[in-house]
Nanobody, 115 residues
Framework: QVQLVESGGGLVQAGGSLRLSCAASGSISRLNAMAWYRQTPGKQRELVAVISSGGGTKYAESMAGRFTISSDKAKNTVYLQMNNLKPEDTAVYYC?????????WGKGTLVTVSS
């Protein structure tokens, strides 16, 4: 079994910053990549950023330059540093893990950006 536990969400004013964390545990020896997605009501879940087991990163165009994904392999944790947040960044942010070509998801953490 694989468990992904997100933390760090909350309420922040526009222009502020938050750092999300996702701790992975369980059968993660074949971890290929971890990612952050986000979803707002009525919309499809969208990719925010992904980091491979080798450290390569990729970002959604609208978030590049403001968001940074990183990982601490010793802690099996991935982070999402979000700067210069905008009201349109308000969403539930989900952690995703690609383990042996199978997707696993956390329960999500809510980020609310007030104007």
């Amino acid at each position: 079994q694989v468990q992904l536990v997100e933390s760090g969400g909350g309420l922040v004013q526009a222009g502020g910053s938050l750092r999300l964390s996702c701790a992975a545990s369980g059968s993660i020896s074949r971890l290929n990549a971890m990612a952050w997605y986000r979803q707002t009501p009525g919309k499809q879940r969208e990719l925010v950023a992904v980091i491979s087991s080798g450290g390569g990163t990729k970002y959604a165009e609208s978030m590049a330059g403001r968001f940074t994904i990183s990982s601490d392999k010793a802690k099996n944790t991935v982070y999402l540093q979000m700067n210069n947040l905008k009201p349109e960044d308000t969403a539930v942010y989900y952690c995703n893990a690609d383990i042996a070509a199978r997707d696993y998801w956390g329960k999500g953490t809510l980020v609310t950006v007030s104007s």
